[in-house]
């Protein structure tokens, strides 16, 4: 066997549902250039049939791949190593369960990143019909869960505003240096309302706007709560608060807390430094970040301001990068052991 | 009876058919701050019952209008002074017939605006259910149709892309100074669209997106040949491409023509000057207009280059203002003997 | 005398210093259509002989005025009703001092807000030149300062930030209904930079940017907090973050602060309703506000949300227009007894 | 010697000359991950010292490389194997010259690209002063010159505007399909007046603008036309319009020509896609491209639109990428023997 022949064998055969939307593009715009990774098969049923070039037009001339229904049989898929749930909420709850037992499955839905069912019923509006599987997945936040994540089956990708919100606050709560309440004043690009056309991602309106939407009710907040929890003491109130940027890509949360004792931005810094020591995609910056630097990387950007015990933690990421598709296949290097950053050294530009 | 009491008496009462829409928004915009006019009815069938304010917020507090559905008996309408119909193409023409025949109309869709039924059903891409009126409409390009606007009962409102070329073309045509094809590329703001979201006024990829539509067969194309046969001796051919620009409001034509004679753009800026001496909403200016310069205004901004024979036109609207409610407004007031520019003051930002 | 002679004699004659900057740009937006007042004056030392129109292009056209130095003999100027000092920071303390008695005096500068010299000094980084004038000018916040405005001479407008933001928590403060620290995350287009290009305003950039600049230290936080003690009991500790929009119009600022007792969305908005009953540029909004329906407006909108003792406050303005020209305006027409709506009633677009 | 030491050896050393501004930035952005080369060395005199993750946000964390003053000592420079000039027009001319021999270059600025000095010269603005070596550049448009590129010690880069501009035309004029004068509108993003702000790029503006600039006598105009004399028999008019668009990157030109005998957009097809059947950066699309879908690429995509003998070429890059950065790097894939596609697998994001 050749060694040409042996570096194939040894990709990873990837398997993605939902390929259409947002999250699908991003994914198949970093699959398709892994050097460890193969698509095997990516469905989108309103699009099955079309060539994946045809639909997301970036990658025209990139892939031959096609859209392909949803297999019915998804026992079948035995022959994937990795499949990757890009589908609306609701649905990935539906299919992650009949995926064959040798397949590992990043599902890039709310369907399994809560632990609670009637937590997940409130915040999504909806009964879970597969609940019993949800504890056997790992929450994906690569840069708290690295060691769980490599040796789980089944991760359960963050939320992009989680993603952003926990960077943000864990090395925080995991040194419990916080006392009182918590403020996330977050904003999002309108990619984060997916790709299809709503009133609120209308251009002519959207391009001279900006407001918030869901006062304390976002879908993401249990899931930063709980996860909060797991990295330390946490029993304070959160108040998280949603915004829109008229922007496409990009989220920015300003978290307002108070440290136990005084605190100047070096020393908290210090501490975010430590807790990321290992983590190539938190770039600790001074200043404040911009998510024109994030745009179309996986990076987390981090900076931090302080005064007597008021510190501010600026996080910026790619809602579509860091925070859903990037960190799902940062995820994915993790569990076939592979370096994180294999296929993510991606760099957005300076304009 | 004090004077007060008989300016108010003397006030235009206007209707809007089909109020919720972007050039409803801006009939509105414009009308109620219109010191002679009163905006006594306002249809939208499916906001019925809402306030005015309640649609278009940007309108919240200034007025206590509500929409209504469109009245049943529009014989009944005599109240009206002047009706307006912002309604979707092939609507009008089921409304303009049975308005009584004291009330003046202007109608701001392609109903009426082309005088060959056979030119209008491939234009529209349907027949014309009420052709027979199409006769007593004058086209409403104020600045060619001046007096012919004053004396009119129905007023056909040009299309924007029509508005931006013709008064681009006509001094040149009027003046008959062209020889060879003329080429117009042009490009519309989002707006331009319509208030209700598609995939091309979808905010993630509109804002990073330009590109061409509806190559040669833009349905304003026979409005444009049929009114510069109008003015002049128009036999030349016309190659009309549109573009979509990643801004909320503006047209910007650029005019491509060749003159029979050399000439300077002093030269030719002459002939529009003196064919627009009377046109206070068009301005002419050094190099190049911007659409900045005109949003949210009735002005047409034109600018002119040449080179030996060649001419090249530029004109910058606001689509929505002058191509579409300003324009309308310009041709009531001549319609009722006011000063054109009553109600039109209107001075966007420079930011 | 004839009624238009009379109506005419009666026109403020207004002159501005520090025409060519945006904040000129407006108050020439607003007070060339203003039906009680005409621009007599308007300097710029670097535009000086250019036409307005030539300087803010959206005014070409509508305008004869020219651009002149500023004079050197403010004395002279007794033939102006009033001025608007649009300059600079610093500047404006070397103008106002000089100008007759007889003339009342709009600065749109930091330079006479602060009631402390030293902390003038601290937030604006320069001594002061004419501290003993600054307790001759009353604050301009309008809605919480209309009668102490009718009656000013000199009044010292307010910055775009604490307009927002003071129009947010005042009903709040003067309730006395607060406890614990206030967070206010503020963010502005980038209009509010001024019109001169830098680095933080170069559009490659700025387009896809969002970032905090200045964290704690603006300088209109010290003229918050001394308004805030004027209106009610404020003790507690402000925090405070500037972030920068990709849009060029627009404040929005969301304000964190906790009641002393739980209160509903819609109690507090009682509360607004309340101390704003008069206040006809203030709209109470359901949900959040959007700075889409206040551009181009001397409107602040203004929403709330609320759980247990967390109220959010959120409130949007357009920088340039409640924010700084339109204000200014708006404070003259007191000052003069007009109705403070006149000229003022400015609707934006929809789109 | 291990296969992976041998990699390493081979791998070109490249020079930057001019790395702080937007196409030094690309370079380096694509430069940084291209896997047969290595960035030892890259000046750009205002930021020597920094590093170029501190100037080039988007890179930090990606690079140790640090910014150095430009050698005075130019033929020490044999340790290179590939220089990049990014400098601005006028300073390639005194540094090409002084390069060893032994380094191949690839200068992106205008100074090498027009064989004739007079047209420079007043193309330009300026003499040149190293004129003898202009004819040692081959034109590095890569497409109609691949083979010349690939013996090439020196090539000119060619400008973003010609480039999208030559890559429209050229299989029309090869193939003497052409009568008539051709007209070229094109459109470019803000990124394209460079890293440096000024009027024309800023934010507040030029979010709401478009117009038009350089009537005729854009510098790229002789470029074009030389190099459409060297694919085929050109002999007609060029109208050349350069416009601004409200976005940071992408060229979009509108091409009109007429053909010798009628021909639909499917014939027309057939032709570029026999021209370009072996260019794979050159993508055919049906109807128009977008800009969107050719942003952060190297892909030139062009679509065609047909009427009688009237024949509408829109061709659409991103100018920092085909129109700059990526085409350099193409080019120097070549002149090193390597697939032109290496390195330059970039996709740009859907939204």
């Given at each position: 066997m050749d060694s040409k022949r042996e570096a194939q064998d040894t990709k990873i055969r990837v398997g993605i549902f939902g390929g259409s939307g947002y999250g699908g593009a991003e994914l198949l715009r970093i699959l398709l250039f892994h050097p460890r990774a193969e698509v095997s098969l990516v469905t989108a049923n309103e699009q099955a049939g079309k060539s994946?070039?045809?639909?997301?037009?970036n990658l025209y001339g990139l892939t031959d791949l096609r859209f392909v229904h949803a297999p019915q049989e998804l026992e079948s898929l035995s022959d994937l190593d990795c499949v990757f749930l890009a589908l609306p909420h609701g649905q990935a709850m539906e299919v992650a369960p009949s995926?064959?037992?040798?397949?590992?499955?990043?599902?890039?839905?709310?369907?399994?990143?809560?632990?609670?069912?009637?937590?997940?019923?409130?915040?999504?509006?909806?009964?879970?019909?597969?609940f019993e599987f949800q504890s056997g997945f790992v929450y994906g936040l690569t840069e708290t869960n690295r060691e769980?994540?490599?040796?789980?089956?089944?991760?359960?990708?963050?939320?992009?505003?989680?993603?952003?919100?926990?960077?943000?606050?864990?090395?925080?709560?995991?040194?419990?240096l916080l006392s009182g309440r918590v403020i996330v004043d977050a904003k999002t690009g309108s990619s984060g309302s997916g790709a299809k056309p709503a009133a609120n991602t209308h251009h002519p309106q959207r391009m001279n706007s900006f407001y918030a939407y869901k006062p304390f009710t976002?879908?993401?907040?249990?899931?930063?709560?709980?996860?909060?929890?797991?990295?330390g003491d946490w029993t304070t109130e959160l108040v998280f608060m949603t915004h829109s940027l008229p922007v496409s890509r990009g989220i920015f949360a300003s978290i307002y807390v108070e440290t136990k004792d005084e605190m100047t931005a070096d020393e908290a810094s210090k501490v975010f430094a430590d807790f990321y020591r290992e983590a190539f995609f938190v770039r600790l910056v001074k200043g404040s970040p911009d998510i024109n630097w994030v745009k179309m990387t996986n990076f987390c950007d981090i900076g931090l301001a302080a005064r007597g015990r008021q510190l501010v933690v600026f996080s910026a990421i790619d809602n579509l990068v860091k925070g859903a598709a990037g960190q799902a296949v940062q995820n994915m290097n993790l569990m076939f052991g592979h370096d994180e950053r294999t296929g993510l050294m991606l760099a957005g530009g300076n304009p």
């Open positions: 994946v070039g045809e639909v997301h037009r995926l064959p037992e040798s397949v590992k499955v990043i599902d890039l839905s709310g369907d399994f990143r809560l632990s609670d069912a009637e937590v997940f019923a409130e915040a999504y509006g909806r009964g879970h019909t597969a769980r994540i490599k040796r789980a089956r089944l991760v359960s990708n963050p939320g992009c505003f989680a993603t952003a919100t926990l960077l943000g606050l864990a090395p925080l709560v995991a040194n419990n976002h879908q993401h907040v249990p899931e930063i709560e709980q996860e909060l929890r797991a990295v």
